[in-house]
């Protein structure tokens, strides 16, 4: 076993922040995303149009198996849009799970409709197909089903039963770009599918996101909303009210050279999550995020749990990393028990345990591309040595 490393050792002084502490998301921009970027300002096309965004759209939708794919300035923007296109409304509810980010829920007020949120499935601490028939009410109208932290959701499951009570699923796919579910790629699974490319994600352009669908009425839809409800035939007409959602060239040219490595940014991360497994799977007290057995997982941020038996408590744990230069982030805060939802959480009543349990619990670690062998090693060992 390695020695745990102090990576505050060369604190930068003045700064506070450690030349060699481990951040918890790092973007890897080592490939042509300069070069492209250059290219884009250079040619002048650094709007929102160009041979970048072509580019990228086509290549993104292929990626996901998709027929289409729109891209729009940040994923939260791509939610919005997903629901301003299935025309979800005032008074609508839709189902989405606690354990989250507040995007999910975000946009569902966006569009005066109610966010009803179900727990998380134990077996993938995505949203759980099996508590979606509770929550259904004559006022539901869809499903968003987060893959969450790279893991895809039960998505069969979740289909049937919106197929049989008659709504719409959106997968929000923004921490899982290219996981797979029975073999078929995230972004092909629902009626369409939200992505982020936010600077920890798994590809990223900054700031952007994007949607993909293989449904050419609702791409329409989408695309015209997109651009200020501007009509596609005629130039400056603009027959309903719409947005500007649309995301650069420049954007989009980063994102052409991240999809250039794709599979070798996936594959890095999952060798990091493999290593982690490795080094704690026999760590007392602590647990890790389950792998379905029909899931190809693209590990967004590494998942522990401290449970009651690890020696000291989730937050003890983060501080004493923190001590040692290894920056982590704690699970989401449950959606239902945030400022703007959790009234009409307790109205309804809505029973959330798991989701509850994994929030108390949950640690994000260091997940990265550009994170060494040694550095999980050492992030590792600094757990070991704490849970003794
Ligand atoms: C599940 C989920 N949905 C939506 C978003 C929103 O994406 P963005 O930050 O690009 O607006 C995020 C971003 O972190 C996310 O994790």
Redesign the pocket.
């Known amino acids: 076993m390695t020695m745990p490393l102090d990576f505050r050792q060369n604190s930068s002084e003045g700064s506070g922040v450690s030349s060699r502490s481990i951040p918890v998301a790092r973007p890897d921009l080592t490939g042509n995303e300069e070069r492209y970027v250059v290219d884009a300002i250079r040619s002048s096309w650094i709007s929102s149009t160009g041979p970048y965004l072509d580019r990228f759209e086509a290549e993104f939708a292929a990626a996901c198996h998709a027929d289409a794919c729109l891209g729009v300035s940040?994923?939260?923007?791509a939610?919005h849009l997903a629901l301003l296109a299935l025309d979800v409304r005032p008074g609508d509810e839709v189902l989405v799970p606690s354990l989250?980010?507040v995007?999910?829920a975000n946009a569902c007020r966006y569009v005066g409709a109610e966010p009803v949120f179900i727990d998380s499935d134990p077996a993938t601490w995505c949203l759980d197909p099996g508590r979606i028939e509770a929550a259904i009410t004559r006022r539901t109208r869809g499903i968003i089903a987060?893959h969450l932290y790279g893991h895809p959701a039960d998505m069969d499951a979740i289909n049937h039963l919106a197929a049989v009570h008659g709504l719409w699923v959106v997968e929000?796919a923004?921490?899982a770009h290219f996981a797979t579910y029975k073999g078929r790629p995230v972004g092909s699974l629902a009626r369409c599918a939200t992505f982020?490319?936010?600077g920890n994600k798994i590809i990223t352009s900054g700031?952007?996101?994007a949607l993909t669908l293989s449904d050419p009425q609702l791409a329409l839809r989408m695309r015209t909303l997109r651009g200020q409800g501007v009509d596609p035939e005629r130039r400056y007409f603009f027959p309903i009210t719409g947005h500007n959602f649309r995301m650069t060239n420049v954007a989009a040219a980063l994102l052409c050279a991240q999809l250039e490595r794709r599979d070798s940014i996936v594959a890095r991360r999952r060798r990091i999550q493999a290593l982690y497994h490795e080094h704690l799977q026999h760590c007392p007290g602590l647990s890790f995020q389950p792998i379905a057995p029909w899931a190809e997982v693209t590990p967004w941020l590494m998942c522990v749990v401290i449970e009651d038996d690890f020696g000291c408590s989730r937050d003890a744990v983060m501080a004493q990393l923190g001590a040692a230069g290894i920056d982590t982030r704690p699970f989401f805060i449950p959606l239902h028990t945030l400022p703007p939802f959790r009234e009409e959480a307790a109205a309804r009543g809505d029973r959330l345990p798991h989701t509850e349990r994994l929030a108390a619990r949950g640690i994000n670690l260091p997940t990265f591309p550009g994170l060494g062998d040694d550095e999980v090693a050492a992030i590792c060992d600094v757990l070991l040595s704490i849970s003794r």
């Open positions: 940040n994923g939260t923007v939610l989250t980010y995007a999910t987060v929000d923004a921490e982020s490319f936010y700031e952007g996101g």
